[in-house]
């Protein structure tokens, strides 16, 4: 059953920790997207990948985010130091690259990381 | 930049009744997503329409594309409580001739369906 898995599913922390998000994209997906998922917001995309090579993270806070892909079956979102207003759900996404017969550009998503900084 | 905008943002409806979602996007594009995400769980791909005059069915849903008009519509047919959720629509941002997926979604639309 291929799907995407994201761990921690739950975290709570205290304002000023590090927090780190995993991700483990479909098998054969190429493209990797990051996104925050918030009341006021909604869906906004924070960063995304091809072939482990970032593309885009021009949504992301910089100075605190940072987002990661070590090999090709793993993305890392990382928040250092966290901030209440960091608290969402965080989900990752996993997309058939242009260059695959089976792209349509629909993205495939996880269950989400759904992180309360306090 | 791209902006994609739906109504309505909440909807309640009764069961057996008909109701059409509405899906704007503010820039080319030569396809269009839908997505449906219950509480508290993750998005679930409903529809992948790839070109104008695309439509697709499944159950009591049906959703289209007119490129030309930039407007996606998914229509809700005899509406039962099962179909209650937050429905998204999405458009891929222009680079890469909108296969690369980077997908900008809608507010959504809440959809509650009362017996």
């Known amino acids: 059953d291929a799907r995407v898995t994201q761990t921690p599913r739950h975290k709570v922390t205290e304002m000023g920790q590090e927090v780190t998000m995993r991700c483990q994209p479909i098998?054969?997906?190429?493209?990797v997207f990051w996104y925050r998922q918030t009341m006021m917001q909604g869906l906004e995309l924070l960063a995304y990948f091809r072939n482990r090579a970032p593309l885009d993270d021009s949504g992301m806070p910089k100075d605190r985010f940072s987002a990661e892909m070590p090999d090709a079956t793993l993305a890392t979102l990382k928040i250092q130091p966290s901030e209440p207003r960091d608290s969402a759900v965080y989900f990752c996404a996993s997309g058939w690259g242009r260059d695959s017969p089976w792209n349509t550009g629909e993205l495939f998503f996880g269950e989400g990381s759904r992180l309360t900084v306090l | 930049e791209l902006k994609v905008e739906q109504n309505p943002l909440f909807l309640s409806m009764q069961e057996g009744k008909n109701y059409t979602i509405y899906c704007n996007y503010s820039t080319t594009s030569d396809r269009l997503y839908w997505y449906r995400q219950d509480p508290g769980k993750s998005l679930e791909s409903l529809f992948v329409l790839l070109s104008n005059g695309a439509v697709k069915q499944e159950g009591r849903l049906m959703a289209s594309l007119d490129t030309k008009a930039r407007l996606s519509t998914l229509h809700i047919t005899a509406a039962v409580h099962d179909l209650s959720a937050t429905y998204f629509c999405a458009v891929p941002r222009g680079d890469y001739g909108g296969s690369q997926g980077n997908l900008i979604f809608g507010k959504g639309t809440k959809l509650s369906v009362k017996p």
């Open positions: 098998l054969g997906h190429n493209t």
